[in-house]
């Protein structure tokens, strides 16, 4: 022990971490775009109401908001949204405004005006995934009938404003990555019908635009394809999961059989939460930027004739599948486990970086940080289950024998934790409680083996790997068996519902607008999750009773925190308040906290720093010697 730390209990550290400072970080940067020397991104500002604004840095160091209050760039599209704008050549940008979901053009030192109608019904027209070409927009575009029916389509919208817009493609019932062969005559995207998720099965079609004759270069109903992108006219690049990891490809349209350009045991991609992304960058020289590893992605460069990849030395240990590149240059979303995500230029003939923008811009001592540490452990049956364990850290205090700990479950469920670095958990860890992020059986980042462990199972796999993690703590000596808790938030929550009805390994439980019950959330959740049970659980309602946390009320002994937003489309309050009613009626103790307009995800600083000092005090009492 050194002389300068003191014998403290756990979770009363001193720490320099506020709920308010980790509240106003966290601007969730997003989207970059990097043209010539300029480089533009998306910003989540929680000390203005959560709103995104596009912000855009020129060469000589000045960053310029382009978007002032009250505009909000967000789309709705699959609720979960995606890239939000596009450049328009010349100058300029086409973006969606949260408010009505309508397009705008932005243009140099003018106010935005109006590209698409006022929708009926409000918000009935949503766009996503888009790119500006001679004039027009391209796009998904997502139509919400009076009826209750969600349809989508590919379409082209004149930039003007003055013609109808014309739909390109229609007919299934999910579009992504619309794309144009460069000499225009050819359009490739990806589709999916219900019930598949995009992780699931997908395909890649290319339409003739002339006379709409389509064939599909690749998928299908157990593989998942993604991100199309023109070599040139005749053939395609595009990602595929077929050898049980998603790889890169190269295809002709003429029916060849497509080519791994570097097969690989690792992910080249992630699952297709939001629109616009693009996890590989073709250079002009031929060669590409490709992202590729287990859990955190790193950055290298692929020479597509020969199949060599190398990756570049730079500070981070992972990036964002969401490239941007002018031929020379790319701009991403990079981070470390001591460097907050930040938006950066990439040379990617030398390997030297640029930052511009990080989503936390005042860090504590490092001392406070915690060191992540990625384990891997034997859950049921001898499966291997990932996790990132985050110790206790601070140069002040230190505690006496086992610590306490957070077993952190992610949401999703098809989605995975990484390794930047996070204030909030340091939050915890800076008062000596440990965190362990758990990758569950059934995330993503570890092939398609793994994440098709929760095909059938959820409420199972996820709770047993979470048990199998408050184990392992406990034998490895990190953690006080009696006081680990669990927390996690949408299918994180239900994971937490779930084990404390399952297990006595937890001491307490914290939900974040979590599923409580399968057959209400199938009726009221969003197109776009509303077959998402099917794979996940099945549609029996008998299984359902025997999965779900509200079925298994009665099995829970211990404490309980839920927190949820009033306007969330994608988990409504009804969940959390079925849980916690019966909860109340058994006398288990439980904590219900609810905030008005927030969604699925909280984005105002004063919720953020509400929930999370709450959530800090729960833990107090019940990790209490």
Excluded at 46 to 75: C, F, K, M, Y
Excluded at 217 to 232: C, M, N, Q, Y
Excluded at 317 to 343: E, F, K, N
Aim: glycine share 12%; net charge negative.
């Amino acid at each position: 022990m050194s002389p300068e730390q003191a014998v403290r209990p756990y979770g009363t550290w001193p720490s320099p971490i506020s709920t308010t400072g980790v509240a106003r970080s966290g601007l969730r940067l997003g989207f970059p775009t990097v043209s010539g020397t300029q480089t533009w991104w998306t910003e989540d500002r929680p000390l203005e109401g959560g709103r995104t604004t596009i912000v855009r840095q020129d060469s000589d160091g000045t960053r310029t908001q382009l978007l002032a209050a009250p505009w909000n760039a967000r789309t709705r599209v699959h609720e979960y949204g995606g890239r939000p704008y596009a450049l328009v050549p010349g100058g300029g940008l086409v973006f969606t405004n949260f408010a009505d979901q309508r397009l705008y053009l932005l243009s140099p030192g003018a106010e935005p005006v109006p590209v698409t109608p006022e929708p009926k019904p409000e918000c009935g027209l949503r766009y996503a995934d888009m790119t500006v070409h001679d004039g027009r927009i391209l796009c998904v575009r997502e139509r919400h009938h009076d009826d209750g029916r969600v349809s989508r389509s590919i379409v082209s919208i004149p930039l003007d404003g003055g013609s109808e817009p014309r739909e390109l493609v229609g007919g299934s019932d999910f579009y992504a990555f619309p794309v144009l062969s460069p000499d225009g005559e050819h359009l490739a995207y990806v589709c999916w019908d219900h019930p598949r998720m995009p992780w699931n099965g997908t395909e890649i079609r290319v339409t003739r635009l002339s006379d709409g004759l389509t064939s599909t270069v690749a998928g299908g109903l157990e593989e998942s394809v993604l991100a199309p992108h023109w070599r040139d006219d005749r053939s395609l690049y595009f990602v595929s999961d077929r050898s049980g990891w998603w790889n890169l490809y190269l295809s002709g349209l003429g029916g060849s059989p497509a080519r791994a350009l570097h097969p690989i045991d690792e992910e080249c991609a992630g699952p297709l939460w939001q629109l616009g992304g693009a996890p590989y960058a073709p250079l002009a020289d031929g060669r590409i930027v490709l992202l590729h590893g287990r859990g955190d992605l790193r950055v290298g460069v692929l020479d597509p004739e020969d199949g060599t990849l190398t990756d570049l030395d730079t500070p981070y240990d992972g990036w964002h599948p969401s490239l941007s590149c002018d031929g020379r240059t790319v701009a991403a979303i990079a981070y470390g486990p001591a460097i907050p995500r930040a938006v950066v230029r990439l040379d990617p003939a030398t390997g030297k970086t640029e930052e511009f923008r990080r989503d936390v811009t005042e860090l504590p001592d490092p001392a406070y940080l915690p060191v992540p540490r990625s384990v891997e452990f034997e859950g049921s049956s001898g499966r291997r289950v990932h996790a990132i364990v985050y110790p206790p850290t601070s140069p002040e205090a230190q505690g006496q024998g086992a610590a306490p700990y957070v077993v952190f479950v992610h949401g999703g469920p098809t989605a995975h934790s990484i390794s930047a670095l996070d204030l909030e958990k340091a939050f915890f860890t800076s008062r000596g409680i440990g965190v362990l992020d758990l990758n569950y059986g059934g995330s993503t980042g570890y092939g398609r083996a793994y994440r098709e462990l929760l095909h059938g199972e959820w409420g199972v796999v996820d709770v047993e790997d979470a048990v199998s993690a408050a184990q392992w703590l406990a034998a490895e000596g990190l953690a006080d068996p009696k006081r680990i808790a669990i927390r996690g938030g949408s299918a994180g929550g239900w994971t937490v519902m779930a084990a404390c009805c399952a297990s006595d390994a937890f001491a307490g439980g914290v939900s974040y607008f979590g599923v409580s019950a399968l057959a209400p959330f199938v009726t009221t959740t969003h197109d776009f999750e509303s077959r998402y049970i099917d794979w996940l659980v099945g549609t029996d309602p008998v299984l359902y009773g025997s999965r779900e946390p509200l079925a298994r009320v009665s099995e829970v002994t211990c404490p309980m925190l839920l927190l949820q937003g009033l306007s969330d489309p994608v988990v409504p309050p009804a969940q959390s308040q079925a849980f916690a009613d019966a909860l109340a009626e058994r006398g288990v103790p439980c904590t219900y906290l609810t905030f008005e307009g927030e969604s699925h995800g909280f984005r105002r600083a004063e919720t953020r720093s509400t929930a999370l000092a709450t959530e800090l005090a729960f833990y107090q009492q019940l990790f209490r010697p």
